[in-house]
């Protein structure tokens, strides 16, 4: 068949990928001129860094056995990391089961209580089934109160603001369930990946157009080829379309009218900055920054992970939100941003100064976090859409998981195997 594969994200390559050595003539058309979609890359210096902060666990079997078919086994290697938690004006560790039993801001009856309810999401084989709960009246009731106020609600808060508390108990459940303490990351990044995956999809005779943007979907005949338009006026037709962007540029594209399924599943926007820095700024690989007050989620010097050596020297640090659209750090000039960010950098470490970061990069995104409530579930749409040549596989679609490069891939190659052969 003449497919189309709208993306160039992990599941569009990685169902290109297939499909072409399937025999089918692919042509993969992307929005952006880079690979990876939300694991698109930069340059640090010389090498590749994801624009938004990426590692994989030890649970993630599917990108696991990517890297393997590709060839880079050998350069994905797993490393203990550091977590801390901000809380009160202090950074405490937060990195083993050890550090959450001395965990200083709970008392030991509540450090017990909340390892005990965090030993329980792990046992839960099928969390899905807390999908029509909400996390924090759970948590309260089975962490405790105490461990609520200073863990989990400031962290939903800060991820989710005014709709944490409706955010569903399966969300939070796969969050806890299939962490590991040990992460894993790509020696020179995980770019290699996307461009294996370009490579496999050229060297099998598939093409990926860059500045493609979608800008209409449609099949006027059920029996017919699929009409693909994008913004830049080009006009396409296949036999049948996987499309991999995300729920609301379809709906958009496909005219879906406004009660839709389509449109239901409400998405926060990312912003991130990369800075490279002169010496480290945290003493920690992640940050979780507990308070509400605070205009950032988190933060993640990534050369705790991986030496700045292979940076240049530089340290490199992550400074993530995610955030309405119309929310202020969504919509600030960056370099405004960056200044006002300031203040609340020096409140986790009061010798830093601006003149530390030699360079900075900011990315933005605006469909990069489901907001996952009870109601959610029903609103997912399903693969077939309502053109019969249209298969839609998309961030919604791999719950009680919200985004991430292992389900991605998960779900390209069961799409692929169930509509495409």
């Known amino acids: 068949m003449k497919i189309g594969v709208i993306g160039a994200g992990a599941t ?17 058309l992307e929005g ?52 801390g938690i901000y809380h009160d004006g202090v950074m405490h560790d937060f990195s083993t089961p050890a ?3 001395r965990f200083p801001p709970l008392s030991l009856l509540e450090r017990i209580r909340f390892g ?37 609600e400031p962290l939903l808060i800060g991820k989710f603001g005014a709709r944490a508390p409706e955010i569903s108990m399966a ?14 990351y ?16 050229q060297e099998h005779g598939g093409k990926v ?6 800008a209409s979907i449609a099949q006027p005949d059920p029996a017919g080829p699929v009409e693909v338009r994008t913004e830049d006026g080009a006009r396409y037709e296949y036999d049948k379309v996987l499309v991999t962007v995300p729920q609301p540029a379809f709906a958009q594209a496909t005219g879906a009218p406004a009660d839709d399924v389509l449109h239901r599943n409400e998405y926060l926007g990312a912003t991130c900055f990369v800075l490279e820095c002169d010496r480290s700024v945290i003493p920690y690989y992640w940050l979780n920054v507990n308070d509400p007050a605070s205009p950032f989620l988190a933060v993640v010097e990534h050369t705790r992970l991986v030496p700045p050596a292979e940076y240049g020297g530089r340290h490199v640090v992550y400074v993530g939100n995610y955030v309405p659209r119309d929310d202020w750090r ?38 990069a976090q489901p907001v996952v409530t009870p109601e959610y579930r029903a609103s997912i749409p399903p693969h077939e859409t309502s053109m019969p040549g249209v298969v839609l596989a998309t961030m919604s679609q791999v719950y009680p998981q919200d985004r991430g490069q292992n389900y991605a891939v998960a779900m390209a190659r069961r799409v692929v195997q169930q509509y495409f052969r």
């Open 12 to 28: 569009g390559l990685t169902a290109a990928s297939d499909l072409v050595r399937d025999g089918h003539e692919v042509t993969v």
């Open 171 to 184: 969300w939070l459940w796969a969050r806890v369930h299939f962490r590991t303490f040990e992460l894993g």
């Open 330 to 367: 969504f919509t600030t000039d960056p370099a405004e941003l960056l200044e006002q960010y300031v203040p609340w950098l020096r409140r986790l470490n009061p010798d830093f100064d601006l003149s530390w970061v030699q360079d900075w990069h900011f990315s933005r995104a605006p469909f």
């Open 116 to 152: 005990a309810s965090s030993a329980a999401l792990k046992a839960i084989r099928r969390g899905e089934r807390l999908g029509d709960r909400r996390a924090l009246a759970w948590v309260r009731r089975w962490a405790g109160r105490r461990a609520t106020e200073v863990i989990w």
């Open 186 to 201: 790509l020696d020179g990044g995980f770019d290699q990946v996307y461009t294996g995956l370009l490579r496999s999809v």
């Open 32 to 83: 952006a001129d880079e690979l990876g979609g939300l694991a698109g890359s930069l340059t640090v210096q010389g090498t590749p860094l994801e624009r938004y902060y990426h590692h994989v666990f030890r649970t993630d079997r599917d990108v696991i056995g990517l890297v393997e078919e590709l060839g880079l086994a050998e350069k994905l290697r797993f490393h203990k990391t550091t977590t």
């Open 209 to 214: 157009e860059f500045g493609k943007r979608l």
């Open 99 to 101: 550090d959450m039993l």
